[in-house]
């Protein structure tokens, strides 16, 4: 998986990362995503299952650590 992040200096807390390459289309993560609201703003977010198996993908130490903590919300 290709990723870049893009970080808010300002604001640490606020971020967003672009995708590249996934292990899915676009239009099945995007059916599934989850909408959010922040500060009356509405916002697109992963669905968790998904982010689980986009972790998988990449299969990196920190992606393996996560995988375990997110599994735990399911």
Do not use: C, G
């Amino acid at each position: 998986m290709i990723a870049y992040s893009y970080h808010n200096t300002q604001h640490s807390f606020m971020s967003i990362d672009v995708l590249i390459d996934t292990p899915f289309q676009f239009e099945e993560i995007w059916n599934r995503r989850e909408l959010r609201s922040y500060n009356e703003i509405e916002i697109n977010l992963i669905h968790i299952k998904d982010l689980i198996e986009m972790k998988q993908y990449s299969n990196r130490i920190q992606d393996q650590q996560d995988i375990h903590f997110l599994s735990k919300m399911i």
